[in-house]
């Protein structure tokens, strides 16, 4: 039976319902694929019994092996991935979090999204990875195949970047690396798998501190920020310094903020001083937030009201009327100088003194509040597909509900709209991305 | 009567409510304080009003006067103000959301608290006092005064340092700074300041495209992050270089966090990976992250599980219960390489795979974590209490709700207790203010 669960615990007879099994034997019908979620001591037991069983692949969810330092463990860590190999059974760990595969419906941690998506994440930790579900499916990304490996007895890091470059599922690649197993195979699979698709990395350990607690996690080695850059320079891939990065960056790949070609950006949000600080925050990443020109200023000027506004980039436009704001976007957008725009929604925001209240969770406005969501996404999908301008959505932690700017984020992102929470981050997102392309010449050109 | 208020509007007779009067001259009583929501152009009426009335001050958030560039309303807001000093009438603004006093039920957004605190805030623009007040207000923050002074045509930025400095509810003084109007008198004045109370110092527009933005907005010329910093260092103010340093180092100095007195970190967290990232967050902010001492190792171990989780620093005791997780952070924060503990509070996260599902807005768990909540403060502000050490609660946004995390920022401010967003900020945070004392030298001991 596909998608068949058998649990198996020799103390159990029921689990939720399942019917439970003393042992891997006792259970009635071929079995794919084993989790492992027993001590490390009774693991060479289990492998016994998948050997007999002939089943195709086991994820060691346990840990206690290589990871501790003791000898005794590592070395039967040795003694199960020989018997794995002879009975030409693939194994995922041990010590990590193992598979998550939406269209099988395997998941590792509760709340992952059920329906697949493009982008597949390769992990050294299993708390990232799940980080990265979360996370990022909050902001409507979805994953064809996650994959935290852990101690990699069998299944290595490379070997995942030659599956993600293969597989018709995967669009994108992203990883979380501690350390480097079989150092060239690794450079060759990652720079495999950059030429045809966007690679995403981030190296955790790359200071003292952080290489001992890898070491300690993982048993990792310390790298280098040097050797990292470099690696990443010369297979093609991104690089990532943050885990705020790697998220970015999948949203930036993932959306319509892959087609931003120059480094014009013009921004779109109340409050002056906000304007001055997001100013900043876009010059720090090394973008331009350029005047307005002329004729888009003149044509700005016939919609916006004059005092405490502002035509200049950036446009203050202070008025949460959907008209006037698809008419603003709809002008930047079009100005010569913008490459992209950064635009605040206008659901659940507070607007001119005077305006309803907008204190967080009040449910009378929740149904207002799903129907300006409706309409935003509209109009920067729409401005988008008429000028050709990829717009960025600005979804600031203000007053909208975490549910409200869920809702925004899923429904943008299915539009091809990337959300992010501050200017810098966004800003940020996009220098990181023109800087790759700069970087990529010689590489096929992926988007 | 105090706290009357008295709409004015010739075209109503009810406002909410309160009875509408046709001009300010047809309010019955002797008034305080105007506020001016008018036209520019109708200004100069409402002054001679004023003046005949005797109030005593006015708060301008009327717009349209010099900030336009416009020389005929240069003109108008000179004469203006020349007629309201004559008349000695004090003047805040124009073009500016005014003040916000929770003492004396004045504020100028929804959603402000309405309890009184001992932060004042002095800043050019209204909507980023606004942001600061939701913000901090989220973390637990409260505020003496908050005045934002658009264009300072009477009360400028030196007037509002020295009654910082003199006022006795306040005990911090942060400002968000576009120009300087009277260079010499506002040194002075936050030099005063800075020797008796904190001061915290953010200036918008010190890259091209901010100065741009910050003239557009206040009319401000731009200045130097230079001259900006040289000012922070001979004043002894702190120097926030963007809106979250300065959220951050409000709560450092509010909070425990004020007492660290070195740079040894140690973070509690679970998660090898997470564990990872932090550890390089942690050095790249300067900080250090010691391997935990060995007798701190060997009392741990007799109470962390050992598969899966680590006692070397990051800890990872990877539990939720409650018992070892005062005792793990006892014995952390009694270790003598610790100057302070970055920990997570164990409310609604994600525990060991297995653990009740963690998805956001399940309201049955509702009562269990506001009874997890008040015991993690609890062991926070013990712990603090027993050994010294200030206790720093790292408050990732993964599982609980908004309101479960509001819930707990203000019952953990309320006990003394910081909260930050990532360990990247609250590292920072902690570093600008060790070397905020380390430039110090020479100004009386704050803290």
């Keep these: 039976e596909k998608g068949g669960l058998y649990p198996v615990n020799p103390k159990m007879t029921e689990v939720r319902g399942l019917r439970c099994y003393p042992t891997l034997l006792d259970t009635p019908d071929p079995v794919d694929h084993v989790i492992s979620l027993i001590p490390a001591r009774a693991v060479p037991t289990l492998v016994d019994q998948a050997i007999q069983k002939k089943v195709r692949s086991i994820h060691f969810f346990t840990a206690g092996f290589s990871e501790t330092g003791d000898p005794e463990m590592a070395r039967m860590e040795q003694e199960v991935i020989g018997k794995l190999k002879a009975a030409g059974i693939r194994a995922v760990g041990p010590?990590?979090?193992?598979?998550?595969?939406?269209?099988?419906?395997?998941?590792?941690?509760?709340?992952?999204?059920?329906e697949p998506g493009n982008v597949m994440m390769i992990s050294q930790s299993g708390a990232n990875a799940g980080d990265v579900v979360h996370g990022l499916g909050r902001r409507g990304v979805r994953f064809s195949k996650v994959v935290s490996f852990g101690n990699g007895i069998d299944i290595r890091a490379h070997d995942l970047f030659e599956y993600g470059a293969a597989d018709p599922q995967t669009e994108v690649i992203t990883a979380y690396i501690e350390g480097v197993q079989d150092g060239r195979k690794m450079f060759e699979a990652i720079k495999a798998a950059a030429r045809v698709k966007p690679v995403i990395l981030l190296k955790g350990g790359l200071t003292g501190a952080g290489a001992r607690a890898a070491h300690s996690h993982t048993g990792s080695l310390a790298g280098s920020t040097e050797i990292f850059d470099a690696l990443c320079r010369q297979t093609g891939a991104m690089r990532a310094e943050t885990m705020d990065d790697l998220h970015d960056l999948v949203v930036a790949v993932t959306t319509s903020v892959r087609r931003v070609r120059g480094r014009g950006v013009a921004l779109i949000a109340g409050g002056g001083g906000f304007a001055v600080l997001s100013s900043?925050?876009?010059?720090?990443a090394g973008l331009d937030l350029l005047p307005t020109p002329e004729e888009t200023k003149r044509l700005l000027r016939?919609?916006?009201?004059?005092?405490?506004?502002?035509?200049?980039?950036?446009i203050d436009a202070n008025s949460a009327a959907p008209d006037l704001a698809r008419t603003t976007l709809r002008l930047v957008a079009q100005a010569p100088t913008n490459d992209v725009v950064i635009a605040s929604p206008s659901f659940g925001q507070r607007g001119l003194p005077g305006a309803p209240d907008t204190t967080p969770g009040d449910d009378e406005r929740d149904e207002r509040i799903q129907e300006q969501i409706r309409v935003s996404v509209e109009m920067f999908a729409e401005t988008q597909a008429e000028t050709g301008t990829p717009v960025v959505a600005l979804l600031r932690d203000?007053?909208?509900?975490?549910?409200?700017?869920?809702?925004?984020?899923?429904?943008?992102?299915?539009?091809?709209?990337g959300t992010y929470p501050t200017v810098a981050r966004a800003a940020r997102a996009i220098a990181l991305m023109l800087r790759w392309r700069e970087r990529r010449t010689g590489l096929p050109t992926l988007f």
Tied chains: 1, 2.
């Design 280 to 284: 900043d925050a876009i010059a720090a």
């Design 302 to 314: 016939e919609y916006i009201p004059m005092a405490g506004t502002s035509v200049n980039n950036p």
């Design 398 to 417: 203000r007053s909208a509900s975490r549910k409200q700017m869920d809702a925004f984020q899923q429904e943008a992102y299915r539009a091809g709209i």
């Design 95 to 114: 010590n990590c979090m193992g598979l998550y595969v939406p269209s099988e419906r395997i998941a590792f941690m509760n709340g992952f999204p059920g």
